[in-house]
């Protein structure tokens, strides 16, 4: 893959247009592609020079949940910023919806070689109820300030903790009352906001939803009366279940709240069956790793196989992390004419085996040619 990388980044330097000739999904559908000046099109362009052909196309791939910024100690630096967002765009990560981070990845913006990113800003949690050094911690009524405060620093997403282990309680328990999630999330959307909430347990999801949340991030505690309502609101999800995978060992390392390790085992036997429900009802899902702190950067493929064994057909696990993310974030198809052209490579069609998305032959974003090393 060394030598294909090689090749790719001396056509970069060689040549001004680039002709890719394969099957593009969703639709299937042959055609030739053309990048000229970082963008798509469908005319022929003379001249241009043929990287690959009989190969198939994908739209550039979302990590819908994911953060680029974080690490197990706190806030990255630069150079670990770096490499968390190269690791994503070898993987085919073009777009990445940060779910909250300590950091300043702005700057990244500035970087065309690597992934578009659509802040959330920091996540907003109660006192003592997150990860130490993470996000900001106010009281129910600071929120409405705190979210107003918020919204200017990230991308049109706002990120709430809305549960979190209560160590009194010894178990998972809510963060915020109803009024103050309804005002807070009312105040988001007068300012042209999402938001988004993580969430693992039964007890926090009625209020975040009746309060109009978009989105919910996890939601490992979906009950048939909640799906019902996500599917009617046409709220979000983005189960992230690779990282539901660590619940057992959340679950040993906080053994000394038995209700607490009793309930994320319990929550951990029953995501598939939620997760597909909630896909069969008609929620919108979306793939994303949760990578940052202790999941690596990188692993969409992981999260996409993983969609498909709870239960959706290939085309809905890869539309969950490609097409359909796109769409529901307004970011392009990235194979359409005139658009920035972003998109993936394969040898063989990824829906015939979603392994074939480990394995990108080309990546192209912002129709710069990338391989993997």
Known sequence: MQAVADRLRSYADAVTALHFRGTVLPDEVSRDIYVVDGRVTLEPVSGADLVA????LVPGLVDAHCHVGLTINGAASTDEQVQQATADRDAGVLTIRDCGVPADTRWIDERTD?????????????PKRHTRDIGLEVEPHELVATVQAEVPRGDGWIKLV?????????????LWPRDALEAAIAAAHELGARVTAHTFSEEALPDLIGAGIDCIEHGTGLLPDRIDD???????LVPTLINIARFPEIAE???KYPAYAAHMLALHETVSERVRNAFDAGVPIYAGTDAGSELAHGRIADEVIALHAAGLK??????????KARAWLGVGSGLAEGESADFIAYDANPLDDLTQLKQPWAVVLRGQLFGRA
Do not use: E, F, K, N
Not at 114 to 126: D, M, S, T, W, Y
Not at 162 to 174: E, H, M, N, T, V
Not at 230 to 236: C, D, F, G, I, K
């Open 53 to 56: 052909s009989d190969v198939w």
């Open 230 to 236: 996500m599917a009617r609101r046409q709220t979000a």
């Open 162 to 174: 809305g549960d979190w282990i209560d160590r009194d309680r010894g178990d998972l328990s809510p």
């Open 253 to 255: 390392r906080g053994s």
């Open 114 to 126: 690597l992934p578009q990113i659509i802040r959330a800003g920091r996540h907003i949690a109660r």
């Open 314 to 323: 290939p085309a809905d696990a890869l539309g969950a992390a490609s097409w």
